[in-house]
């Protein structure tokens, strides 16, 4: 698809390339993305790693290069997505919760991946967390409450279910605090039935929730993370819900956010066998594609796999008809440079309403 330099719609172009860090790699990608051509030649010897790219398109583009060092992405075939109008919702207006599956899947197409978005409703949903979880599925929940066939004050089927394997994408209210029900609007002060803060803490630990010092809620110093995931929540919930950097890290989680003071609204979390990825955000008109982008930015990167860690961040000018070479010398951090870690190489362009994504490894 010919790329429309002149859109004011931020687009993301990504080119991910995974290779096994023993190993030395040259991998070239022609005709992609509005024919723009690729070549990627990563090498690794001990803790070092030296890259070298070219790009050429046939228009002039600015492109973020990420380099990051992670355990390698599992597939994801399908996104179960909790949307359910007959049930309450917090901190997301409905607008918004349901407008995001479309958002989803229209990033899914652009980019041509082999995933399907199965909306179930709160029926569906409780059927999904009874059966053993998938390794080529996630379920998102971006209602800010799970409806009460799955969470109440006396049941959870969600965090068994997600120690088993399974992947969750949470964004919106703390998790676990509500439990809606149908036909009642979710309140402040909560109903009897919700479980309150201590659902809070049947996914979350005290050890890394509260607020930052300086007692704002805004999130805008971006990271080597946020900036690879092209993350655009900034906004916190407040009330001691945050998350708070080296807690999180210490708990073998990883802070995916924009901070402030070292605390951040968005977290990457181990539970048992699986992982919760936790937004915990107020989530305003027109975030629909933000969000949409960030979580399928996470998938294909494998982050629902584990934690990663991002080794460079690098903009660059790519001139119309004119190959443009850079290179590279980056040291893994302790701890990533014992295979199986794979290097990946992140190309991301904003230009035009394409969205084209190509896989390779060598």
Known sequence: ?????????????????????????????????????????????????????EVTSPYTAAFLQSFLVGPGATPVHVIYYYFDSAYGYANVGIVTWFGLSGHLGAIISERHLPITVVIVNATGLEKVFLQPPSTDSIVVVASGAFPDTVMTNSTNLVRPWIEAGGRLFWVGAPIGFYSAHPGYPVKYPPYTWDPGQSGVYQFLNSSYLGAPSSGGTVYENATLTSTALQVSLTNGIGGGFEFNQSGVSLAGGQLLSNTADGWGNGALLPMGKGWLVDWATTVGAGSGFGIARTLINLVQLGFFEGVHQVLLNKQVLVSAGIPSSWSYDVQLPVGFITPPWEVYAVFTQQVGVAATFAQLSA
């Open 1 to 53: 698809m010919k790329a429309k330099p002149l859109q004011l719609l931020q687009v993301v172009v990504i080119i991910f390339l995974a290779v096994i860090i023993v190993s030395e790699a040259t991998i070239f990608v022609p005709q992609v993305a509005g024919k723009v051509s690729l070549s990627v030649t990563i090498t690794s010897s001990g803790g070092n790693v030296s890259v070298e790219s």
